[in-house]
């Protein structure tokens, strides 16, 4: 695992999406696995500026969801489907049949969750993953306890991503209380792993997951174990320190 600090995360962003850009100009096809959530929105942004710059062209991308509530349908505005779409599908021009998603309500969701990890798993697994830290140290959905081979799996979350999720939401009433999670035996074998850190609130879960101890109590806490990981960090959450 490497860390990177930068100022702020303007430059977070940038660096974040060169890295991308030259990982996309090297395998235009490059399967890349993308989370929603604020965090990785403006990494999403920077790409979408250098693709209309001409600086990279993302539209022959394979993309990954990364997970889905359970119970939620593409129309609703809470579709973390539709969030991938709008904040990065349709922006960079990837044609959806180049998207491996998870079915909207799918009328047995661990047949599903079977179903997309074989997919993954068809197509030589992921590239790259695009990830953020939730506030309890979860990447994806996995939720603690969360061990390094928990596989793509439907779970239940935990109060704390309650808590977290309903500021997109309008309150933890109206976040779903399952989910479908890319597993962590996906996420940990992608071949490059960009985790997006910013934000003070982060600050005490960062320091868990790069100095703490690695346990399923802070599944982030595996990367220290894997050298293909960057981590990405604002000053806010790494405390004030720059590089
Ligand atoms: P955030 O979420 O972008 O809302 O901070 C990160 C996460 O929960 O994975």
Same mark, same amino acid.
């Given at each position: 695992?490497?860390?990177?600090?930068?100022?702020?995360?303007?430059?977070?962003?940038?660096?974040?999406?060169?890295?991308?850009?030259?990982?996309?100009?090297?395998?235009?096809?490059?399967?890349?696995?993308?989370?929603?959530?604020?965090?990785?929105?403006?990494?999403?942004?920077?790409?979408?500026?250098?693709?209309?710059?001409?600086? /990279?062209?993302?539209?022959?991308?394979? @993309?990954?969801?990364?997970?889905? %509530?359970? =119970?939620?349908? $593409?129309?609703? *505005? +809470?579709?973390?489907?539709?969030?991938?779409?709008?904040?990065?599908?349709?922006?960079?021009?990837?044609?959806?049949?180049?998207?491996?998603?998870?079915?909207?309500?799918?009328?047995?969701?661990?047949?599903?969750?079977?179903?997309?990890?074989?997919?993954?798993?068809?197509?030589?697994?992921?590239?790259?993953?695009?990830?953020?830290?939730?506030?309890?140290?979860?990447?994806?959905?996995?939720?603690?306890?969360?061990?390094?081979?928990?596989?793509?799996?439907? /779970?239940?979350?935990?109060?704390?991503? @309650?808590?977290?999720?309903?500021? %997109?939401? =309008?309150?933890? $009433?109206?976040? *779903? +209380?399952?989910?479908?999670?890319?597993?962590?035996?996906?996420?940990?074998?992608?071949?490059?792993?960009?985790?997006?850190?910013?934000?003070?609130?982060?600050?005490?879960?960062?320091?868990?997951?790069?100095?703490?101890?690695?346990?399923?109590?802070?599944?982030?806490?595996?990367?220290?174990?894997?050298?293909?990981?960057?981590?990405?960090?604002?000053?806010?959450?790494?405390?004030?320190?720059?590089?």
């Amino acid at each position: 695992m490497k860390l990177e600090i930068c100022p702020d995360i303007e430059t977070v962003s940038q660096i974040a999406a060169e890295r991308l850009a030259t990982m996309i100009r090297a395998k235009p096809d490059l399967g890349i696995v993308v989370a929603t959530g604020n965090t990785p929105m403006p990494v999403y942004a920077e790409l979408v500026r250098m693709q209309a710059r001409g600086e /990279v062209d993302c539209r022959n991308l394979r @993309v990954f969801q990364l997970d889905a %509530y359970l =119970g939620i349908n $593409d129309d609703d *505005p +809470r579709s973390l489907f539709g969030w991938m779409m709008r904040s990065f599908i349709t922006p960079l021009g990837i044609a959806p049949e180049n998207v491996v998603r998870f079915a909207a309500l799918p009328p047995d969701p661990p047949a599903e969750c079977l179903s997309y990890a074989a997919k993954v798993r068809a197509m030589g697994g992921y590239d790259v993953a695009v990830l953020g830290l939730g506030p309890n140290g979860h990447l994806g959905f996995n939720e603690p306890p969360s061990a390094d081979d928990a596989p793509t799996r439907v /779970v239940a979350l935990t109060e704390q991503s @309650v808590a977290s999720n309903g500021h %997109y939401w =309008g309150g933890p $009433d109206a976040v *779903p +209380r399952q989910s479908m999670t890319a597993g962590m035996d996906l996420l940990l074998s992608a071949r490059a792993i960009l985790l997006v850190v910013t934000g003070s609130r982060k600050q005490i879960i960062l320091n868990q997951t790069l100095h703490g101890p690695v346990t399923p109590q802070v599944p982030a806490s595996y990367l220290q174990t894997r050298p293909q990981a960057l981590i990405l960090a604002d000053a806010d959450a790494a405390g004030g320190k720059t590089a």
